[in-house]
């Protein structure tokens, strides 16, 4: 800290630095001015109005009553938190289900926040993975204790006709077992099912080869998961957006389709 006895004092926070020239210290004056500018366009522009009121909706949802509630997992009976299972995976479904009721359009449940030291759907067969006994006894287990009790609870409130449930992953699970004794990533062929939405339940719309390695009849797409998505909740999948340039671009890609089997 400078000493203001001293007869050489000066205050360090108004000089610059002694190793910025004046050459470099111009040029920063001038990368602030470029700032400053950039500010003030964004400012008056329409993004800079969608960000206030984001931050506004945010502001409205952390400091809403009704928000806070439909989180307030003490409200429900013992029996049902019970239902759906006293871990992070059955609790999520049953916040889930809460916030349906309050009105929340778009939901998104992680199985796990990460896959590292934890019994996970990563099952590798290695540490810091899970092995297969570890998903078979585990994992699956209360999956699928919390995602029939999400279905049954929304059936049974009145909810599941006009709520799509969507389980998606981004790959499935070699056929062969590897040398650790676990499955690796494996993106040719895995499972995604529906409920609800318009769903009718019970069907299973193609088939794999015999160890699950390709698909053998009836295969989907990603995009043919979204055009099912688009088309449970009325959009139109022939529909076009409007995109930059005034060039419009189709809600799903040409020749991408929804699973009507589905629906039917």
């Known amino acids: 800290m400078a000493d203001p006895s001293k007869a050489d004092f000066k205050v360090p926070d108004l000089l610059p630095p002694d190793h910025i020239g004046t050459t470099r210290m111009s040029r920063r004056r001038r990368m602030r001015d470029i700032v400053d500018k950039t500010v003030k366009l964004f400012e008056a522009s329409e993004d800079a109005r969608l960000l206030d009121e984001n931050f506004h909706a945010a502001f409205r949802l952390m400091t809403s009553t009704q928000a ?51 019994i996970t759907w990563d099952i590798h067969g290695s ?5 297969i006994d570890g998903m078979k006894n585990i994992v699956a287990p209360m999956y699928d204790q919390a995602y029939s009790a999400l279905i049954e609870d929304l059936d049974q409130r009145g909810m599941l006709d006009s709520t799509l449930v969507a389980n998606l992953s981004e790959f499935g699970r070699t056929p062969k077992v590897n040398p650790a004794g676990g499955r690796d990533h494996w993106p040719q062929c895995f499972t995604v ?27 989907v797409g990603p995009g043919d998961i979204v055009a099912t998505i688009f088309h449970s909740l009325g959009l139109d ?28």
């Open 193 to 219: 099912y529906f409920a609800g939405g318009g769903v009718q339940g019970g069907q299973v719309v193609g088939s794999s080869d015999p160890i699950g390695g390709t698909p053998a009849d009836r295969p």
């Open 68 to 118: 806070r509630q439909a989180f307030d997992l003490s409200k429900e009976p013992l029996k049902v938190r019970e239902r759906y299972g006293m871990n992070r995976f059955g609790q999520c479904c049953l916040l889930a289900r809460r916030l349906v009721e309050s009105g929340v359009r778009f939901i998104t449940i992680n199985t796990f926040l990460t896959v590292f030291d934890e």
């Open 127 to 131: 540490k810091p993975f899970t092995s």
């Open 237 to 264: 999948t022939e529909a076009h957006l409007p995109g930059p340039g005034g060039r419009p671009f189709p809600l799903v890609d040409f020749g991408e389709e929804p699973i009507r089997e589905l629906f039917a």
